[in-house]
């Protein structure tokens, strides 16, 4: 096999040398003179793509150097070669089914191959996986009309090392050893000097090299392989679709990459940087534009549709593939896209059937909800890679965007009801415009063996925040007016969808939830005393109850706690509202100091009143106060409220943890305790390459709770797959679960002054915006008549509903694992190990600048899987 060579020397574009043993040069056909067509390139082509892990070895200089692992350690040459998951067979083959790999362009792929920054900002986890990648194998397609005439040149620019096939064949390969490969194979080794700098220091990242530095500059450079240009063998074409597959190796890390890792800085050498494949003499159509028309075409359920995204004329319409169990809601969807306007565009789903025609479930379970690519969304919501708002209205036209076409994303969610039998389901998605048909999309359904609880039930805790505030402001109506309780009651409802377990009360103004007023009103009395109204208070409760059953957390806010930077201390800017009924009018009370016989006076009718109310709709153990945050705790006002309350729980969103997840927080000074900790330095994952991993989810270690913090900027710029994993992952840590996330914190800040500018929560400078708002911050979006669904909020409830299977496994794992058998036993604990690789992967906490958050390859198999398997132990404890 033709071997390419590494570095500048084959820019001039000489004939490539044969290392494969086969005896003789290569004889590929040059491509004749002439000009020639780009069929595929980095910039302009989709791509399919997935990477594996293998443990990240390191290699002393020198030909008999041992390999060790990063830590020192030592594998064999088995566990060395271990690749998580493993390549699939017949990958690089044409008829190959890539539907369920990544599809991006090449940019958005091999981001982790320049040299970044490896430590994460929150948490770890980050170094570990990144540092692992092994294999990214990538395929792209074209047509080819007539394969006699063509003649085809790639090039490539990569690191690590890189051996390409045409429709299966090889035909090249780079900075790999001669011979047979297998997908362990390294590429070869980097020399010292791309490490370290003339005096053998580390050298720094590509951002923080000096402008004068050359030196520095062309030792990076050198990290960059080059293969080609290239000719590739005609006998390798066929008329059709033809794909193009490279398969990227790591190269062993050199020893002196140890240092700079561990120091929280490095390189992967690993990654697919260019791609340029060319055609002279006719015969190959290029794939390097949106094509003219009208497409249907697949898209996971983990992307977003982008007006510059188009489908692949190479790939065929594949079917949308659901797999759940009863009692969830579960999605999927296709892409329609045009150079032209589309107009009338419709979809209607059919019911969906059994293999025996006897399980039928409904068309009336089948919703269909629309998404335009780029199309702007009033009232505060911010576009971004990952805003993909739904609606069920189908649109009259989908028009064409600046720099991109007409792209509307056509979602299917199936309401499996809680009585489907088990099985496979199947139907059609009829998708026409204009009053004709596009395409009929086959439907496919899995039902698991095993039935959700309804989501009140879930064990997953959900601490997701709703805002009346935001609903006020972005509808434009006044509060606790009929108007707005609608739009409430709306939310609420989307919030018990999920599962949702918290609950926030303001009870004083101007908080760092972004309220105006507090719920509770003081209204004078002819005395200078005061009566309370709780009305709204009350309707709210009754209302939350009545979509979410009773909130494990009602928290009630009377304290501005400040934020990481600074504490407002016992004595602060702090009112609530007051009513005077002779007048009408509204004004505001400064409250008194905190923890003084007057803030006691002040506080216990108030406070009491609130916990008879709670009491009433069953939510005494529910009642919270907040919040803290990382600032100064003051025993004056945790022994005043405990005097009034008794020993209450407290909300905490901060940094850190207090000690380990697994050990009880310390009591607060003063009185009382910490009921929710929403914390954003998060412990590491476990090794998911561990043989002997045991993994135990099901324990509640409250109350710590996972804050996935992706910074401001970024609230929603968190991938769909990540989003989705946010439950699992806190699972996976040893926490309950997961919070600090808004369902319609829009981005909306009329006022000047708040510590981030357009964000709701922390609107208020007298409150401390920090930790800043929720993350993500919106769920769902201000549709024409209240809160709709997002994307991201499909993918909340979909990993909620996995988790919970999760869960079931965990407990039966530990309870009743003598009963299950080995087999089962042991599936079910890869189930949970290939989860948590999954979630590692993720790293859920990446503010954005790396390839991984698009990496989901293999989450609908394992999500299968996992329902599968809470059937098989659900039924084993039953009988």
Known sequence: MPDCGDGDDLHGGGRPRDRSGSGGPARFRPAPAGPAVTILDAKNSFFRWISVQRPAMVVA???????????????????AGQLTPPLPAGWTETAFDDSPWNRTGLAGMAEQAYDLVTRNVCGAGLEKEMLRIGVVAVRGK?????????RLRLSLKYRGGVVVYLNGQEVARGGLPAGVLTPATPGDPYPREVYLDAKGKVLPPVDRIKKDDKDAAERIAKRNRV????????????????????????????????????????????????????????????NVRRPAGVQVWNQDCNDCALASDYGDPAEPL??????????????????VSSDQPIEGLKAVASELKGANGKRIIAASAVEVLYAEAGKEVPMGVKRGRWVEPLDTASPKVVAVKQGGGAVEAVWVWVRVPADAPAGDYAGTLEVSAGGKKLADVPVKLHVADWRLPEPRN????????????ALAMAYKVPEWSDKHWELVNRSLALLGQLGGQLLNIPVVDKTKLGNDDGMVTWVKKADGTFDYDYSVVERYLKTAKEHMGVPKFVVLYIYHPGAWAYDTGIKQENTVTVLDPQTGTREHLQVPEFGTEESKKFWTPVLLGLKERLAKEGMEKSLCMGS????????????MVTDILGDVQWLRIGHPSDGRVTTPERPLPGGGHIGLHFFTYLPDFPDHQR??????????????????????????????????????????????????????????????????????WGRWPRAGGYPGDPSPSYLTWPGPNGAEPMASYQAIREGIQETEAMYVISEALEKSAAGLGADLTERCRQALRDELAGCALQDVQIFGHFFFHTNHYGWQEVSQRVFTLAGEVSAKRAN
């Open 227 to 286: 293969l080609g240009p290239v000719d590739l063998p005609a006998a390798a074409l066929r008329k059709g679709p033809n794909v193009l597959a490279i398969e990227v190796h790591r190269s062993d890390y050199h020893i002196s990459a140890a240092k700079s890792i561990r120091g929280g800085t490095g390189w992967v050498p690993c990654g697919l940087l260019d791609v340029s494949l060319s055609a002279s003499g006719g015969g190959v159509e290029p």
């Open 61 to 79: 200089e020198g030909e008999a150097a041992e390999r060790i692992t990063l830590d020192g350690g030592r594998l064999d040459s088995k566990a």
């Open 318 to 335: 594949r079917p949308i593939v659901l797999a759940g169990a009863r009692n969830g809601v579960f999605g999927g969807k296709v892409v």
């Open 628 to 639: 803290l945050t990382d600032c100064k705790f003051h025993p004056e006002l945790f022994k």
């Open 458 to 469: 879930l064990h997953t805790f959900a601490g997701i925040h709703q805002s009346p505030t």
């Open 142 to 150: 074209f047509n080819v009309t007539d394969p006699a005439t063509a």
């Open 691 to 760: 043989a002997d991993l045991n993994l135990i989810l099901h324990k509640d270690y409250w109350p710590r709770a996972v804050y996935y913090r992706r910074a401001q900027e970024l609230a929603v710029g968190s991938s769909l797959i990540s989003v989705r994993m946010s439950a699992a992952s806190a699972r996976l840590l040893g926490l309950p679960g997961f919070g600090h996330a808004g369902l319609d914190y829009w981005r909306i800040n009329p006022r000047p002054g708040g510590q981030y500018p357009g964000v709701l």
